[in-house]
T-cell receptor
Framework: GENVEQHPSTLSVQEGDSAVIKCTYS??????FPWYKQELGKRPQLIID?????GEKKDQRIAVTLNKTAKHFSLHITETQPEDSAVYFC?????????FGAGTRLTVKP | SQTIHQWPATLVQPVGSPLSLECTVE??????LYWYRQAAGRGLQLLFY??????ISSEVPQNLSASRPQDRQFILSSKKLLLSDSGFYLC??????????FGSGTRLTVV
């Protein structure tokens, strides 16, 4: 089955700096890669996703890149703000079930 | 629009007691349904998923079970809870290659 690795487990940045979270996956059949943000005690919320026929996608301050050959995908947050502080999860799926990375706790210091 | 309901929000149960968590989805038909567990400060572990009524795939052998008696209803159960069953349980639904939508979660504490 699919195995998703996520790094780093914790990340602390200064407000205004960029943050990058990286994930790798094992199943070459995976074709959809979403990213979720989870605030303390709340449900994960989808923030951006990318499909296997796309190499990069951007939505305002958030961008995702996908390298299918290397089975890597990354989340980039620019101009970070304190409200970006949360746990971020990457995930990969090949249709029926979705596997998540272990999460990255991002802290943005004002 | 689609909505997902999950209850209860919190639950404190003694070791050895039974468990039943319910999840229902509105506004869609034939969704894929999922149960995930999140231990404190940890990632999301897939427990069960279902692609249709009566169809359950189990990912982790343990004392939990799942059932899907209706198209938009997914139930997580246990006959006897263990301390290690404590965690944040999340139901989710999805269709095809789209991001999942999670329920609000149930925080279960086994004492």
């Amino acid at each position: 089955g699919e195995n998703v690795e996520q790094h780093p487990s914790t990340l602390s940045v200064q407000e205004g700096d960029s943050a990058v979270i990286k994930c790798t996956y094992s199943d070459s059949a995976s074709n959809y890669f979403p990213w979720y943000k989870q605030e303390l005690g709340k449900r994960p919320q989808l923030i951006i996703d990318i499909r296997s026929n796309v190499g990069e996608k951007k939505d305002q301050r958030i961008a995702v890149t996908l390298n299918k050959t290397a089975k890597h995908f990354s989340l980039h947050i620019t101009e970070t703000q304190p409200e970006d502080s949360a746990v971020y999860f990457c995930a990969a799926t090949n249709n029926n079930d979705m596997r998540f990375g272990a999460g990255t706790r991002l802290t943005v210091k004002p | 629009s689609q909505t997902i309901h999950q209850w209860p929000a919190t639950l404190v149960q003694p070791v050895g007691s039974p468990l039943s968590l319910e999840c229902t989805v509105e506004g869609t038909s034939n969704p894929n349904l999922y149960w995930y567990r999140q231990a404190a400060g940890r990632g999301l572990q897939l427990l069960f998923y279902s692609v249709g009524i009566g169809q359950i795939s189990s990912e982790v052998p343990q004392n939990l079970s799942a059932s899907r008696p209706q198209d938009r209803q997914f139930i997580l159960s246990s006959k006897k809870l263990l301390l290690s069953d404590s965690g944040f349980y999340l139901c989710a639904w999805g269709q095809g290659i789209y991001g999942y939508t999670f329920g609000s979660g149930t925080r279960l504490t086994v004492v």
